[in-house]
């Protein structure tokens, strides 16, 4: 895959991030994960800033993460736009099984980081997505939990949890984590669950 992320590695573009990050009034804390790869996770999700926000903590802190987009993004002019800011295409169709494709690529690379919204949506919804846990668990990488606290105006790398198998077990340590930060809009956080009621 080898996916290069020309606007990360960019002094320039990493030293401006940090201005702008600094100027909009954020601050960042960071608990080093002690492995290259591994599932960055990031919540809550209640708006489109999340993304920019998220993108700009990454580019000044030289977390060089990559995210997912619908194949179909990726054609056209903007394809390099999209690859360049660490965008990776996959196949959404039925056919194609998204956490094996994920899994195949945490197994061609020595270093990969890829960044997921548990929640899948930036509207109120009663569970999280589960597919995040089942890629860090069949590629034997980290999960490692990023947060957005738009009340203390904080966007944090870590802690890192290793997925046991226990899923339940598992949530319970991310929910327990996540449950004092507060997203853009309060009112469309969801409680953390694994399935509906």
Same mark, same amino acid.
């Given at each position: !895959?080898?996916?290069?992320?020309?606007?990360?590695?960019?002094?320039? @573009?990493?030293?401006? +991030?940090?201005?702008?990050?600094?100027?909009?009034? $954020?601050?960042?804390?960071?608990?080093?994960?002690?492995?290259?790869?591994?599932?960055?996770?990031?919540?809550? /999700?209640?708006?489109? $800033?999340?993304? =920019?926000?998220? !993108?700009?903590?990454?580019?000044a802190n030289k977390?060089?993460? /990559? $995210?997912?987009?619908?194949?179909?993004?990726?054609?056209? %002019?903007?394809?390099?736009?999209?690859?360049?800011? =660490?965008?990776? %295409?996959?196949?959404?169709?039925? *056919?194609? &099984?998204?956490?094996?494709?994920?899994?195949? !690529?945490?197994?061609?690379?020595?270093?990969?980081? @890829?960044? !997921? +919204?548990? #929640? =899948?949506?930036?509207?109120?919804?009663?569970? $999280? *997505?589960? =597919?995040?846990?089942?890629?860090?668990?069949?590629?034997?990488?980290?999960?490692?939990?990023?947060y957005l606290d738009?009340?203390?105006? @904080?966007?944090?790398?870590?802690?890192?949890?290793?997925?046991?198998g226990d899923i &339940?077990?598992?949530?319970?340590?991310?929910?327990?984590?996540?449950?004092?930060?507060?997203?853009?809009?309060?009112?469309?956080?969801?409680? @953390?669950?694994?399935? #509906?009621?």
């Amino acid at each position: !895959m080898s996916v290069p992320i020309a606007v990360q590695k960019s002094g320039l @573009i990493r030293k401006l +991030a940090k201005l702008i990050f600094k100027m909009i009034g $954020w601050q960042s804390y960071i608990i080093t994960p002690t492995t290259s790869s591994y599932v960055f996770i990031g919540a809550p /999700h209640t708006t489109n $800033w999340d993304f =920019g926000i998220l !993108m700009l903590f990454a580019t000044a802190n030289k977390v060089p993460v /990559h $995210w997912m987009g619908k194949d179909t993004l990726f054609k056209g %002019p903007l394809g390099f736009l999209i690859r360049a800011l =660490g965008g990776i %295409p996959v196949k959404r169709s039925a *056919r194609s &099984n998204f956490v094996d494709q994920v899994v195949k !690529m945490f197994a061609k690379e020595d270093e990969l980081i @890829i960044a !997921m +919204a548990p #929640e =899948g949506t930036r509207g109120k919804t009663t569970r $999280w *997505r589960t =597919g995040f846990y089942y890629i860090a668990l069949k590629a034997k990488v980290p999960i490692v939990m990023a947060y957005l606290d738009y009340k203390k105006k @904080i966007c944090g790398l870590g802690p890192a949890i290793i997925p046991t198998g226990d899923i &339940n077990a598992d949530f319970e340590k991310i929910k327990d984590f996540y449950k004092d930060f507060t997203g853009k809009h309060p009112e469309k956080q969801g409680e @953390i669950k694994l399935t #509906e009621d």
